[in-house]
């Protein structure tokens, strides 16, 4: 909870305990700099009862949106902290979120130079996952993934990189629309595919081609020719322009055309969002964890401070709230309101009758008012 409302290091836990309401609904809690460390120490170690916990939670039958992204990590006392991209030291939090909420269901830390691609079927048989539809991001495929997600009957739709072997798209080279089995409109913008079968098992590849980020790339590669760009030629604009726009996605998803494969690939962003807030929202760009078992209580404690935030979100969907009512602004208003002690009684202090409404709106009714 304190991490979520005061972005509090270790440090600084026990001073925003002592000035908050946490202080009397939940008196002589050690929270002193001393007492944090040896407390992350312990919970770190744990990783077998933080499994459970996560296993309890996860879903089954829904649709999970895996990625990892990389945080620095400052500490040379911890171990997973390796030399990645820019040459500086960090780890990798590998994490799979619920489609339908964004609620994040697993997490597992990783040392900062091992791919997503490699941790990722370790990740799966650890958590037990089975019975769900998977959607990863660029740089997960490879055969052994495919083959970890068939034996535990995942579906799947896995971007491939474009110069894939798995399919041959020479045929992109048609500058009509002859190779295109048909096209769709997402977003105001018209995109072409065609679905090319891999084996005899159910699984396919769909090619897209997305007219207007064509366009848009042909445009920028003519813009540094035009500018003297040294590696910027005709001859290269020539030789890859067919492939402008494309996009290729690889699943097993029998029940979805090519319109609902695209469309589940592209609710992805929401993942996004939900790293931008692990690292800005939560304050917590850098790790300053001195130990193994620091950085995993640090990515545990974060996991949590994230399914709060998201059920906060997804509370706010189902109430039908105004757009401009967001997980931070309702944390931002709570923030405003304090509990005073007026003749040995603690009242709520003067709060609007918008932020009063709010909050009764979201199921919360604040005492004394």
């Known amino acids: 909870m304190i991490r979520l409302m005061g972005r509090a290091s270790n440090a600084r836990m026990a001073r925003y305990y002592r000035g908050s309401w946490l202080s009397e609904a939940l008196p002589g809690l050690p929270l002193s700099e001393s007492s944090m460390t040896a407390f992350m120490r312990e919970l770190g170690s744990r990783r077998e009862a933080i499994m459970g916990f996560m296993r309890a939670g996860l879903p089954r039958g829904g649709t999970l949106l895996f990625d990892g992204t990389r945080v620095l990590c400052s500490s040379t006392g911890v171990a997973a902290a390796r030399y990645g991209a820019g040459g ?23 040392p900062g130079n091992i791919a997503d691609v490699s941790a990722f079927r370790n990740a799966l048989e650890e958590s037990g996952m089975r019975d769900c539809t998977l959607i990863a991001d660029r740089g997960f495929y490879s055969k052994a993934n495919v083959g970890a997600m068939d034996r535990a009957a995942m579906r799947y739709v896995m971007p491939l990189k474009a110069n894939t072997r798995l399919v ?53 590669a003519a813009r540094r020719i035009q500018a003297g760009y040294g590696d910027a030629t005709r001859e290269r604009l020539e030789a890859e322009r067919p492939r402008y726009g494309m996009s290729l996605l690889y699943t097993n998803l029998e029940d979805q055309d090519a319109q609902g494969v695209y469309h589940a690939y592209k609710s992805r962003w929401q993942i996004e969002e939900c790293f931008d807030y692990l690292k800005n929202g939560l304050d917590l760009g850098v790790v300053y964890q001195r130990t193994d078992e620091q950085a995993e209580a640090w990515a ?16 706010l969907r189902q109430t039908g709230l105004p757009a401009r009512y967001t997980p931070d602004s309702v944390i931002a208003i709570a923030r405003t309101i304090h509990r005073v002690n007026i003749n040995n ?7 609007s009758k918008p932020d009063q409404q709010l909050y009764q709106t979201l199921g919360i009714t604040l005492p004394d008012l």
């Open 88 to 110: 500086r030291r960090q780890l990798n939090v590998l994490t799979a979120f619920e489609a339908s909420t964004s609620r994040p269901v697993w997490y597992r830390l990783l």
């Open 168 to 220: 041959d798209t020479g045929f992109l080279e048609d500058e009509g629309s002859g190779w295109a089995d048909g096209f769709f409109e997402y977003h105001g913008r018209v995109i072409w595919h065609k679905r090319i079968a891999i084996g005899a098992h159910g699984k396919h590849v769909y090619v897209y081609r997305d007219s207007a980020k064509r366009a848009q790339m042909e445009a920028n």
């Open 300 to 315: 545990f404690l974060n996991h949590l401070s994230l399914t709060m935030y998201y059920s906060l979100y997804a509370k």
């Open 345 to 351: 009684t603690w009242r709520t202090s003067e709060t």
